[in-house]
């Protein structure tokens, strides 16, 4: 599928699912989303590169994903998609800056590029229409002069390419704030637990050890997309000095580094946070099982000599005075409740239990 952005003016304008041989030549973006062989022919004619296919795209050299060919800048960085959905997972996406057109090539539907999308058309329309001028009569003298029309220009390849990747790198920043309360959630549901006197259900640690993988499968993966994007932003400033755009584009490629790195001490928080916690819920499991295991060899260690006492008269011997005696059964139960009690205060005595 092939959606193209042309600007007329300050008006930017969206034109979705178009025909390869009907894309706009004055597009000054063109998505590429899961491309047909024949759309992707109709992008290489229109813009003269060629286009990298999937198992391109997929390489982890830097050679591969970074690099200018046929007067055209190609870079790819993996993006994290699937979040909504939860689903997460990440996909290679290309940016192509080839004159004054961006062409963006995908295979997933990041969150990023729909919210961008919608920005660009709504932010790229000028500003509102002001009323027109109308004279005042309650001053004296000349009326001032009217205001000057907008000059404001529309978006050039350049700037939407920095737009789309600060969306991306926000968007990753509002799925980091979303892991760190996930983490501090399960953090408190893991020490609660600790306070009740009742033994926690298998089911419960079950559920929490599942959230814990979640959290960590997230943070990780956004680890290696943030690694990507750092890769790619010294690259794009080299575009940036070489292409000689606005000074302000090149100051917001700064700040997007600085982000990127102090993103990426954050992903290194709460991976050090998820290990902790996971350590946590680990050994919450061992002292709950030992406790179990604890009631149990106290049961057996109360009940073995009363055990050994109904053995011993479980007998069959012929010369046991004790058979005769009126009060033997009963002197009997009063041993084994005594070998079963004697032990048990023992041991709370020197308060192993």
């Not at 009569?137 to 600060?166: C, M, N, Q, W």
């Not at 295991?293 to 011993?312: E, H, N, Q």
Request: charged share 25%; net charge negative; proline share 7%.
């Amino acid at each position: 599928m092939i959606d193209a952005y042309t600007v007329f003016g300050s008006h930017v304008r969206r034109h979705a699912g178009v025909r390869p041989d009907e894309v706009p030549p004055e597009a000054v973006w063109i998505d590429l989303r899961n491309p047909t062989h024949d759309e992707e022919r109709a992008i290489e004619a229109l813009c003269g590169i060629e286009v990298p296919t999937r198992e391109e795209m997929r390489e982890i050299e830097v050679s591969s994903r970074l690099y200018s060919e046929d007067g055209g800048d190609f870079m790819t960085a993996s993006i994290v998609y699937g979040l909504d959905e939860g689903k997460p997972d990440f996909g290679p996406v290309t940016f192509i800056l080839v004159g004054q057109r961006l062409v963006t090539l995908r295979y997933t539907d990041p969150r990023s590029f729909q919210i961008f999308s919608t920005k660009l058309c709504r932010e790229g329309n000028g500003e509102a229409t002001k009323p027109g001028y109308l004279p005042s009569f309650d001053h004296y003298g000349p009326p001032p002069a009217p205001p000057k029309p907008s000059r404001t220009k529309g978006p050039t390849a350049d700037s939407i390419a920095v737009g789309l990747l600060e969306t991306i790198i926000d968007r990753m920043a509002d799925l980091l704030e979303q892991i760190a309360s996930d983490l501090d959630r399960i953090g408190t549901d893991i020490f609660r637990s600790s306070d009740t006197n009742t033994p926690t259900a298998t089911a419960d640690f079950k559920q929490l050890l599942k959230r814990l993988g979640a959290a960590g499968d997230i943070s990780s993966r956004t680890r290696e997309s943030l690694a990507t994007v750092d890769r790619l932003l010294p690259f794009l400033s080299f575009v940036m000095d070489r292409r000689k755009p606005q000074k302000e584009l090149k100051l917001r490629v700064k700040a997007m580094a600085r982000d990127v790195a102090s993103l990426n001490d954050f992903v290194s928080f709460l991976s050090n946070k998820t290990t902790f916690l996971l350590d946590t819920t680990v050994g919450m499991i061992s002292i709950e099982q030992n406790a179990i295991i604890k009631i149990f060899s106290v049961a057996a260690v109360g009940f073995m000599p009363p055990t050994l006492v109904a053995s011993i008269y479980g007998m069959n011997f012929e010369h046991m005075p004790e058979l005769k005696w009126a009060l033997g059964y009963p002197m009997a139960l009063t041993i084994m409740v005594l070998s079963a009690l004697l032990p048990l205060l023992y041991f709370r005595h020197k308060k192993w239990l």
